[in-house]
């Protein structure tokens, strides 16, 4: 049985979600099966992520959206926001549980957690549950410090630079 841990890559610099997908790149050329389960990215404004589409030629890496169909601010979640997360959360676990991938990465969990879609015990609960071996990757700014505890391996990615603030908007293939 291997070992599975919990990893966090955190922080306000790029390079959290690019980090998980390298980590599931490499995991799938050593014959691991992963999973990602991305939340707020997908919907309909979002534009189609060059990475989605990648993963979607590997066999081994397999990839859901919970995607909403626009920018969520914390005072103005819908009931449909929360609908959509709810599901989302509910996939995590089944898949977790099933232990059928090697590694499981929930992107932007911390940012839904910050955001007041899930519980903090619900994350708790979900991991516990985890098949014993499987690794889990957690990413988002602004990890909860109650995470942050129990993870095994946490990266804080700290902006020093980003071109977005000199006015150069984001690019295709670079930033989606
Ligand atoms: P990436 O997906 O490039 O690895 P990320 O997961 O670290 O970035 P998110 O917080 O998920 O970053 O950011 C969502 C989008 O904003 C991505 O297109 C990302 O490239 C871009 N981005 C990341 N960090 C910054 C930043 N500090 N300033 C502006 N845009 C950023
Ligand atoms: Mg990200």
């Known amino acids: 049985m291997r070992t599975g841990l919990i990893q966090i890559y955190t922080g306000n610099g790029k390079g ?3 980090a998980a997908i390298g980590l599931g790149v490499r995991a799938v050329g050593q014959g691991l099966r992963v999973h990602m389960i991305q939340f707020l990215k997908g919907g309909d404004n979002f534009p189609q992520y060059g990475e989605i589409t990648s993963i979607k030629r590997l066999s081994q890496f397999t990839v859901e959206q919970f995607g909403l169909p626009h920018f969520v601010y914390p005072n103005k979640i819908s009931a449909e926001d929360q609908r959509i997360i709810d599901t989302g959360i509910m996939r995590a ?7 059928e991938h090697d590694l499981v990465i929930l992107d932007e969990i911390n940012v839904v957690l910050k955001l007041g879609l899930v519980k ?11 098949r014993k071996g499987v690794e889990v990757v957690l990413t988002g700014r602004d990890a909860l410090q109650e995470l942050i505890d129990i993870a095994d391996l946490v990266s804080n990615i700290t902006e020093i630079k980003h071109p977005f603030t000199k006015g150069i908007p984001a690019r295709k293939g670079i930033e989606f």
């Open 16 to 18: 959290k979600t690019t």
């Open 93 to 99: 676990r089944q898949v977790l549980i099933a232990g």
């Open 120 to 130: 903090l015990p619900v994350v708790l609960e979900l991991l516990k549950q985890r």
